[in-house]
T-cell receptor, first 111, second 112 residues
């Protein structure tokens, strides 16, 4: 069974601090990894894609991938109240067209 | 602007009725997907299509049907066999399987 695990939270972080979100997955053959943000009542929007080991930075967001340990993380620097949302991790385990989704971590940024 | 359009935004179903949710994309993506999301839960795959005139069942296909007659369109029918259809339905598309998926705004389906 291919699984993607996330802590459901809520994760509470003070404004201006670094928020760290983690995701673990079950299959070492996984190829593609994605982080989505979903505001309450809205559809998910893509924040980051990462395909190889290491860090990938985009503005205040950094995705970190460690295939040996089977985890992918998302760091949000200088957290803002507008970052409060549920963050979904999705993994493509092989060349098929399915993404396996985590249940999401609810992030709350406190002013 | 390129994107994915889902309609209607809200839909109400009567007992024993089939309803169809529309999904249209102008991103020229080959792959399209339908997900169901229940409150506080993650996304569950209903059906996906890699190419026109072909589609595969996802994890929760029972009570649902789809068609893919055009590259741009992937409608979902919620049949009367789906006994608990109340949920948020999301349509997505991607260039191909290992590429990011992009979502429409969703349709909220409720029972009358």
């Amino acid at each position: 069974q291919k699984e993607v695990e996330q802590n459901s939270g809520p994760l509470s972080v003070p404004e201006g601090a670094i928020a760290s979100l983690n995701c673990t997955y079950s299959d070492r053959g996984s190829q593609s990894f994605f982080w989505y943000r979903q505001y309450s009542g809205k559809s998910p929007e893509l924040i980051m894609s990462i395909y190889s080991n290491g860090d990938k930075e985009d503005g205040r967001f950094t995705a970190q991938l460690n295939k040996a340990s089977q985890y992918v993380s998302l760091l949000i620097r200088d957290s803002q109240p507008s970052d409060s949302a549920t963050y979904l991790c999705a993994v493509n385990f092989d060349s098929n067209y399915q993404l396996i989704w985590g249940a999401g971590t609810k992030l709350i940024i406190k002013p | 602007d390129g994107g994915i359009t889902q309609s209607p935004k809200y839909l109400f179903r009567k007992e024993g009725q089939n309803v169809t949710l529309s999904c249209e994309q102008n991103l020229n993506h080959d792959a399209m997907y339908w997900y169901r999301q229940d409150p506080g839960q993650g996304l569950r795959l209903i059906y996906y299509s890699q190419i026109v005139n072909d589609f595969q069942k996802g994890d929760i296909a029972e009570g649902y049907s789809v068609s893919r007659e055009k590259k741009e369109s992937f409608p979902l029918t919620v049949t009367s066999a789906q006994k608990n259809p109340t949920a948020f339905y999301l349509c997505a598309s991607s260039v191909r399987g290992n590429q990011p998926q992009h979502f429409g705004d969703g349709t909220r389906l409720s029972i009358l």
